[in-house]
Structure formats: structure tokens, C-alpha cells
T-cell receptor, first 111, second 115 residues
């Protein structure tokens, strides 16, 4: 079955700098890769997603890149702000209605 | 829409007691998921429903756990009897599909502590 690995587990960056979180997956049939942000005391919330027919997607300060050959995808956050501090989860789905989740990355934005 | 609504937000109970967690999905959504989140195991899918029918319950830990969806606007997750290792945050999520997987909308979770 699918397995998703996420790195790093904790990432601390200076406000205004960029942050990159990386995930790898094992099942080449996976075709949908979302990223969720979880703030303290709340449920995860989708921030961006990408399907296997594209290599990159951007939404303002957030971008996701996908390398199907290498089976990895990454989240890029530019010009980080204090409100970006949260736990970020990547996930993959091999075509059914189940998401296989990464372990999460705690992003800390230092003022 | 009010989003996915879960209750209770916090539950503290003693080992052996029955626990019932409740979820109201977003109106019109045809998939409902129950997840458990712990520091050690992360987000685990317990069970999901499509049009009120359980599709995959392979993530339910054991027979002490059961879930129902009697109608499109309500689901319950029951633990009987509860054990300290069941302590976790339980999330309900829903989505509306159109042939492809889409955004999951999560509730704010029910934090369960079993003493």
C-alpha cells in the first residue's frame, strides 16, 4: 500500500524567509497530493493541492511542486509570516477515497 | 454553511465507560470520515461512509469501536468500553465528490481523555 514520508518534523525559519517541506510517496498510482495546515486546537484545513497531471501549482505565497518520476512533492512558502506557524501535513491518494498522511511538520516562524 | 460540527469538544471519562462522539457533516456532502489523531500515530482513518453506507472500516482499532450514520446529516462514533489508550483527538470530516477526490472539510475535533 501507499506510504508517505514527510521531512522535516520541525522547521524553524526567520519571518520573511522561505520554508520548504518535502514528502515522498511509494505508490506510483497515487494521483492527488493535498497539503493541509492545522492550527492549534483546530482541524486540518486544505491550503493547496496538486494532481498528477501538473508539475507545479501556485497560490499567492504558497506553491507545490510534484516530481512523479522521483515520487516526491514539496510545499514552498515564501515571505513567511507569524500566521504561517502551524503543523503542515502532506497526503497522497492512490485513486480511492482514502488519504495516506505524512507525519506532519511543525513550522515555527521566528520574529 | 456552519461547517462540520462535532460534539462534545472535550470529554473526560473513566476507563470502562461508554463514549459517544457526534458529527454533523456539511449539507450536501456525500462522504463522511472519522479520524483519530495522536502524537505517536498521527492522523489515522478509522472509517468512512458514502451516502450513509460504511465503505471501509478497516481502520477501526477493535470491536470496542463502532460508527453509524443513520442519515445524511448525522454520524456517531462510539467506544464501549473505553480504555486509557483511546485518549486522542477524534476528527470528523466530510466532502462532496464529483468523480475525483477533493477537499476534506474537518470539524474542530473532540478531545477524549480516558482516565
Amino acid at each position: 500500500g501507499e506510504n508517505v514520508e514527510q521531512h522535516p518534523s520541525t522547521l524553524s525559519v526567520q519571518e520573511g524567509d522561505s520554508a520548504v517541506i518535502k514528502c515522498t510517496y511509494s505508490d506510483s498510482a497515487s494521483n492527488y497530493f493535498p497539503w493541509y495546515k492545522q492550527e492549534l486546537g483546530k482541524g486540518p484545513q486544505l491550503i493547496i493541492d496538486i494532481r498528477s497531471n501538473v508539475g507545479e501549482k501556485k497560490d499567492q505565497r504558497i506553491a507545490v511542486t510534484l516530481n512523479k518520476t522521483a515520487k516526491h512533492f514539496s510545499l514552498h512558502i515564501t515571505e513567511t509570516q507569524p500566521e504561517d506557524s502551524a503543523v503542515y501535513f502532506c497526503a497522497a491518494t492512490p485513486g480511492n477515497y482514502q488519504l495516506i498522511w505524512g507525519a506532519g511538520t511543525k513550522l515555527i516562524i521566528k520574529p | 454553511d456552519a461547517g462540520v460540527i462535532q460534539s462534545p469538544r472535550h470529554e473526560v471519562t473513566e476507563m470502562g465507560q461508554e463514549v459517544t462522539l457526534r458529527c454533523k457533516p456539511i449539507s450536501g456532502h456525500d462522504y463522511l470520515f472519522w479520524y483519530r489523531q495522536t502524537m505517536m500515530r498521527g492522523l489515522e482513518l478509522l472509517i468512512y461512509f458514502n451516502n450513509n453506507v460504511p465503505i471501509d472500516d478497516s481502520g477501526m482499532p477493535e470491536d470496542r469501536f463502532s460508527a453509524k450514520m443513520p442519515n445524511a446529516s448525522f454520524s456517531t462514533l462510539k467506544i464501549q468500553p473505553s480504555e486509557p489508550r483511546d485518549s486522542a483527538v477524534y476528527f470528523c470530516a466530510s466532502t462532496k465528490t464529483s468523480g475525483m477526490f477533493g477537499e476534506l472539510f474537518f470539524g474542530e475535533g473532540s478531545r477524549l481523555t480516558v482516565l
